[in-house]
């Protein structure tokens, strides 16, 4: 089997929206993205770093998927990185109510040994430090790098972030954020610039609108599936980015055809990460499920034209 090196944050969140609000529950982008990745045929790890407050069921959880921890570290008298939102009644916005860094604050990345050759590296939402801290300890190029940023970066450590954005093949970032990144408006724009920058792939997010993915002059377009219910946006960009690396992973192919049906794959378990809080719907996830969901993707734009 391929492998994919997960790097991201392991953490505690607290969720309000309109439906209910969370106690702390199970959350960070590197667990949305391994649960997500999970449902592919490969071998997987997760790099972070959580403190001793983290429950052993938890841990347990992600080995149970198939999910490699041994580079997870576990520190002694430490807290682990805390996250605490409220979302608005439009579901897209949101006030951040807390932030604690804890162990995060001092985080040093260790690859396992057994992932330094993996085929592909997902960097999920972290510090620029971090994510290049990861690429330095691989052994040889991966196949494919993959990374996944935000505003908060753009605006406290745009150099640092630059930099890793050299190294990388695919940035997944949100229609706002590529928009700050690029200084333009117009999407293609913006992706054209940012292609200036490094990544030959660029794959911006537009939430319940659907994903765009371009390279070169291709440009490729995933609708979202239309949900009755949106309970928890929280974590559905690192399942889609789960997704889209996961299977990316299993076939082995990095071709820009490979790429779209990726899209479609991250955009299908993300639609289901949004039904519940959390990691939960993720956690009763089954095959049948996702097969049938994927079935609906197609249907909502196939369609036969005659040209005249």
Aim: proline share 4%.
């Amino acid at each position: 089997m391929n492998k994919l090196l997960i790097v991201g944050t392991v953490a505690f969140d607290a969720i309000e929206t309109p439906f209910g609000k969370t106690d702390k529950i199970l959350g960070g982008a590197g667990t949305f993205i391994g649960l997500s990745a999970s449902h592919f045929n490969l071998k997987s790890a997760i790099v972070s770093v959580v403190g001793d407050d983290f429950p052993q069921e938890y841990l347990d959880l992600l080995t149970s998927r198939n999910i490699d921890i041994s580079g997870l570290e576990v520190v002694k008298g430490g807290k682990t990185f805390f996250w605490s939102g409220r979302y608005h009644n439009d579901m897209n916005s949101r006030d951040t109510l807390a932030t604690e860094l804890n162990v995060l604050a001092d985080f040093n990345p260790i690859v396992p040994e057994g992932f330094k050759d993996a085929d592909v590296v997902m960097l999920g939402n972290l510090h620029p430090i971090v994510q290049s801290g990861v690429l330095n300890q691989m052994s040889k190029k991966p196949k494919l790098v993959v990374l996944d940023t935000m505003n908060f970066w753009m605006d406290c450590a745009l150099p640092e972030l630059l930099d890793v954005i050299k190294r990388v093949d695919v940035i997944t970032i949100n229609d706002e954020e590529a928009r700050q990144l690029s200084g333009e408006y117009s999407l293609v724009k913006a992706a054209a610039k940012i292609h200036t920058m490094g990544p030959k792939y660029v794959v911006i997010k537009k939430g319940e609108h659907g994903a765009l993915i371009f390279h070169d002059e291709h440009i490729f377009f995933a609708p979202a599936l239309p949900l009755a219910d949106v309970y928890d946006p929280t974590g559905a960009g690192d399942t889609f980015a789960g997704g889209f690396a996961g299977f990316i992973t299993q076939q082995g192919d990095i071709s820009f055809d490979t790429m779209k049906t990726a899209i479609i794959q991250g955009s299908n378990l993300a639609s289901f990460c949004v039904e519940k809080f959390g990691t939960e719907r993720m956690l009763e996830l089954t095959k049948e499920e996702v097969n049938k969901r994927l079935k609906q993707f197609k249907s909502l734009t196939h369609f036969e034209i005659e040209l005249t």
